[in-house]
């Protein structure tokens, strides 16, 4: 079974924190945001459906390295980007939590109040120092 871009889009809109989609490159080109920065973009137009997902470096070695279906990111950094062909060869679940780790990443790099919002925090002093 495959995952399709429609229900990717609802998983990561879905997603706690400011997420929004966006089409900054033309109608083709679906980039999902949260805060502002990327964690997803597809083209709309290819098949099979592919994705771009944001990943820490020796992870993305690492998924690359098992599955076919994980390149390094089309038009991106491909040190930090991946590349996912939605063609049915990686369980949804593990395609799940690519994205998730995508979020992560991208969360981990937003500004200390961001991060707390996204992540259901007061901003109170004392919390602020559990997130940093």
């Keep these: 079974m495959s995952l399709t871009i429609a229900a990717v889009r609802r998983y990561c809109l879905a997603k706690p924190g400011t997420i929004f989609e966006d089409f900054p490159f033309g109608e083709e080109t679906l980039v999902i945001k949260v805060f502002g920065k990327a964690f997803l973009l597809s083209d709309l137009t290819r098949h099979p459906p592919a994705m771009n997902l944001k990943c820490e470096p020796a992870r993305a070695l690492e998924l690359r390295a098992r599955y076919d279906a994980v390149l390094p990111g089309y038009h991106m950094n491909k040190k930090h980007w991946n590349t996912v062909v939605l063609d049915g060869s990686i369980p949804p679940q593990e395609i799940l939590a690519m994205i998730d ?32």
Excluded at 110 to 127: C, F, H, P
């Design 101 to 132: 780790h995508s979020f992560e990443e991208v969360v981990r790099g937003l500004k200390r109040t961001e991060r707390a919002k996204v992540l259901g925090i007061r901003s109170s002093k004392r919390q602020r120092e559990k997130i940093r």
